[in-house]
């Protein structure tokens, strides 16, 4: 894969894929000549960190789409290599592509994850996040493959369905419609009944009482005056729950790039506001609270570099393995001769130490107190320092 080094490509294009394959980065112009107008502002200011955080404040105080546009770009790179390992370490039906895509569909959710007081490694961060969520969404995806329709609306909800058919469109009247109905499936069928764990559909018998029961309740429960149905209307209605359900646990991905009417004229991207930068350059960009920041960061490499120095030769030669050669802790015992658990043991009591290393720094310098949540927030980043430091060392050496 062809990694990006310029500035301006790394927050304007997007990769493309070939039969599954990388075959090249997409340029956006309206992206590309917003981060020109940024560095031609600020020209001192050419760390990708620092951009990245930039971005990342302009999405979480304004909730700007041009600043998450720019985020997507930055990130392919992290969800492609999060995608590639689970191609590589997996068996699956998926692609590199399907994989990419579940996990750049939530890129919300890593930034909504992400602390920049406790890390300035959005990149590093967000691999993480990626593969935890490529993880979750097969998980879900596995659930409602192996479930029929009945089985499914067994399993669900009330809460996830109501968002499964939001999220699908429908509007308030039908939402409660299908959920009232839902609701007497749930009471006259789903519970206590063992045919619902083989996944069986309702007989004719059920039908009739779960129709009967939406026809009574309708009167009461529902917020608009509705006639009665009979039950071809309450099995079309759950069905539907139940795809709106599927849908949502597993969304079709469309590319942000992808033409959006059949003779191909304009795209997603083509939506996006082109004037944004300025006001946000003048809000966030600072000098003064920018070079805090890089003397935080710099204080903070000092002190886990220093950390790690003082570590004996066994632990360094365990992180060499696991981050540079990117080892499993099984591969890492059967190369030194030991147990798996003996490996397990020896990186935690690593970890251990240089969590304290850097707590202790945080509560001096940041004044920050190490409540519980606050110790889990720096082991995060922690990981994705560690991730970030021995990458960017073994890149230097190539």
């Not at 068996?91 to 990419?100: G, I, N």
């Not at 895509?101 to 939530?106: F, T």
């Not at 003779?263 to 070079?291: F, R």
Request: proline share 3%; glycine share 2%.
């Amino acid at each position: 894969m062809q990694r990006r080094q310029d500035k301006v490509e790394m927050f304007s294009t997007f990769i493309k894929f070939d039969l599954d394959r990388f075959s090249g980065w997409i340029a956006d112009p309206k992206l590309r000549r917003s981060m020109r107008n940024c560095l031609e502002v600020s020209p001192s200011q050419n760390s990708d960190s620092f951009w990245a955080i930039y971005w990342y404040q302009a999405w979480h105080t304004q909730s700007s789409s041009l600043a998450i546009s720019h985020l997507s770009a930055y990130l392919q790179e992290a969800c492609y290599w999060s995608a590639r390992k689970f191609i590589l370490n997996f068996s699956s039906h998926s692609s590199l592509a399907d994989y990419f895509q579940i996990a750049i569909a939530h890129l919300g959710k890593v930034l909504k994850g992400f602390n920049p007081q406790y890390s300035s490694h959005l990149k590093s961060y967000a691999g993480l996040s990626f593969e935890r969520i490529i993880k979750d969404q097969l998980r879900l995806r596995r659930e409602t493959d192996i479930c029929s329709d009945w089985g499914l609306l067994h399993k669900i909800s009330r809460k996830r369905l109501v968002k499964s058919l939001q999220n699908m469109g429908f509007n308030t009247q039908n939402v409660e419609s299908y959920v009232l109905a839902w609701e007497c499936f749930q009471e006259l069928y789903s519970t206590d009944n063992t045919n619902i764990r083989q996944h069986r559909k309702p007989d004719t018998k059920y039908w009739e009482a779960i129709t009967s029961a939406y026809n009574s309740e309708r009167l009461s429960r529902l917020n608009f005056s509705s006639p009665a149905v009979d039950s071809q209307t309450i099995e079309k209605w759950l069905l539907s729950s139940a795809q709106a359900v599927r849908n949502f646990l597993y969304p079709q991905v469309v590319s942000a790039d992808a033409p959006l009417k059949d003779d191909g004229n304009g795209n997603l991207l083509d939506m996006l506001p082109v004037d944004e930068q300025s006001s946000l350059l003048a809000q966030i960009i600072e000098q003064e609270k920018a070079n805090n920041f890089k003397n935080q960061q710099t204080q903070l490499n000092q002190v886990l570099n220093q950390a790690i120095a003082e570590l004996d030769n066994e632990s360094q030669q365990l992180l060499q393995l696991y981050y540079v050669k990117q080892l499993t802790q099984t591969k890492i015992a059967a190369q030194l001769e030991i147990k798996q658990y003996q490996v397990s043991r020896r990186f935690s009591r690593v970890k251990k130490s240089l969590l304290l290393a850097l707590t202790q720094w945080s509560e001096k310098i940041l004044h920050i107190s190490p409540k519980p949540d606050v110790v889990a927030a720096i082991n995060n980043s922690l990981e994705e320092w560690l991730k970030f430091h021995y990458e960017n060392n073994n890149t230097r050496e190539n």
